[in-house]
Structure formats: structure tokens, C-alpha cells
């Protein structure tokens, strides 16, 4: 371009920029804005930079660039780490378990025991962790929630449900199992096609037995509001010692962890066989009983099966190599187990 050109370009552009400044008040800069004016004009002779038509007047730029270096003189001779050093974070994640394992402390009680494992740090700084991490430190914290009611409940619950099925001839049983919540175990009680207030009776003294064979304790069982529950089904449970807490109408959320069973009944193997008559039904449903009790993993149980713990990791290179796993079929194929070849 020549002289001239560029002369022509430059009244252009200046034009523009006035059209510009008399549409807005005051432009707004960003940080990022003045930085980028005052490196480019900040070497030009003041009578020159009071010559250009900007946005800003001269002298504003020229102020910029003195912040800009002050501030830089000043974090230059700012200390590294001002104020009181940081919380080691050992110590932070030591605090937040206590809070989170004990709902019922203070920042005042988390720093009591603190002082009592030789760690020696502030009650403010208790305090200020908590309140960072979201956590009251007043000790506001101890109501329960049904999840973890339950959880520390889980050893004492018992669920129990009745769910029906069909035959190739379409007859209709019915079906009684119940699951103990702590560690998932299921216990097909029976089925029926007429379950009789005797019938259900019968079905409550086989479960006590059960329960005092296996040495286990209750002392709850969940069950829905069915009318198949007859009243002596109750009376023998209660004089066990184990009350009867029944679900809301139409709740069965209240049952969750028997209605997932059922669920999982149904989607394994119910959905998938024809049940020929009730003998049939029985040798299914303990047939899958003894799958899901000692074979088929569990998530609530971190993997393991109920009646199964979970064996030692592999951690020899050579095993992992040359793996022997073989399957070992249920009910004609329709359940499948997966071990090592002895």
C-alpha cells in the first residue's frame, strides 16, 4: 500500500471510531483489554499518544501501565505464604470421617478427639473445614434418614411377599418367599394354588424353624397389606418376638428389597421356563434359591453372594495367563455358574 492509501485507511478507521464513541457512554475494558493497550502504546512519546483518537483518554492508558507496574512491585515483595500455613490434608480428611461416621458431633467434639491422638490444630480451624466441605459444625446433623435406619437396622428385617405365577394349562399358584435384608439371603417358603389362612399359618412356623436352625435374629418383618396374611400368621411371628411392620397402600417401594427379588425371579428364570404343574414350580424355585444364594453375585453385598464370600484376588501373572474356567449349568441351561477347573 502507499502513503496515500494508508493515510485513507487510517481517517477511515478513525471515522468509525468516533461514530462509535458517540453511541456508547462509557466502553466497558476488560483486564485482558488494558493489558493490550497499554503494552502497545505504552512506548509511544506522550505528545504523539495524546495525537490518536482512542477510546480511553492518554493519560488513563499511561495510569494503567503504573497499576500494572506497582502491582507487579508489590507482588514481588509480597511474602510466598502470607498468613497462617494451610491445613495439612491428612488432617482435613481425618475430620471430615469423623463427621461423616459420627452425625452427632460438633466441630467441639471432632476437635476433642483430635486433641486426644496428639494432633494439635484449633477449634476455629475445626470449623472452618466443616463449613468449607458443606457440613454444619454445630451438632445438627444427628437425625436419621430411613437409609441409614435401615442399614443399621439390616441384621433385625426380615421381607416377606407373596407373588403368583402361571402354569402351561394357565392355573395359577401363588408363591411365598422372604429375603433377610443384611445378608439377601431368600427362602422360598412354598406355593399353592389356594392359600388358605392354615396354609400361610404352617408357612410362618417353617420360617421361626428355619430362622432358629440358622441361628438367626429378627425382629422385624416387612410384609405388604395382602389378605392372604391371615391373622395366626401374625400371632406366630409375635410371640417370637418379631413385629409385623406393614407397608403403605400401593407402596411397594416400602418392600424394595423383596420386590427386587421378585424381579429378579421373574426376568431369570419364571420368564423363561414352562412350569408344568406345582412339583415343577417347587423344584425350579429352590433349584434358582440355591443359584442366587450361593452363586449369583450381589451388589449391595460388594460382589459376594449371599452364602458365598468373595474368594482371595489373582494376583499371580501365570494364573492370569492361562485361566481354566468352567460352567456348570442349572435347570437344563437356563442358570449358569462359572468356577475354576479343579
Known sequence: MTDSDKNVEILTLRHQLAILQRQIDKPRLTPHDRAFLAALLHRLPKPKLRQLHLIVSPDTVLRWHRDLLRRHHAKQSRPKQPGRPPTV????TLVL???????????????????????QVAASTVWEILKTNGIEPAPRRDHQTWATFLRGQAQAI?????????TLTGARLYVF?????????VRVLGATAHP??????????????????????VK????D??????????????????????????????????????HSCRAELLDRTLIVNRAHLLHALHEYETFYNQHRTRRALHAAAPLRPLPQPITAPD????????????????????????
Request: glycine share 6%; charged share 30%; proline share 1%.
Open 196 to 217: 388358605t389362612a392354615t396354609w400361610t399359618t404352617q408357612l410362618a412356623r417353617n420360617l421361626v424353624m428355619d430362622l432358629h436352625d440358622a441361628g438367626t435374629t
Open 97 to 119: 470421617r469423623m463427621a461423616r461416621e459420627n452425625t452427632s458431633w460438633g466441630y467441639r467434639r471432632a476437635h476433642g478427639e483430635l486433641a486426644g491422638l496428639g494432633i
Open 158 to 166: 426380615l421381607a416377606a411377599d407373596f407373588f403368583e405365577t402361571r
Open 225 to 262: 397389606r395382602d389378605s392372604k396374611y391371615a391373622a395366626a400368621f401374625d400371632a406366630v411371628l409375635e410371640d417370637e418376638g418379631i413385629a409385623i411392620t406393614k407397608t403403605g397402600v400401593r407402596v411397594p417401594r416400602m418392600n424394595a428389597i423383596m420386590e427386587r427379588w421378585v
Open 319 to 342: 494364573r492370569l495367563d492361562h485361566l481354566d474356567i468352567r460352567r456348570r449349568d442349572r435347570l437344563g441351561g437356563i442358570l449358569h455358574e462359572y468356577e475354576h477347573a479343579a
Open 89 to 92: 490434608r491428612s488432617i482435613q
Open 177 to 185: 418367599a422372604v429375603i433377610e435384608h443384611a445378608t439377601r439371603r
Open 220 to 223: 422385624h418383618l416387612i410384609r
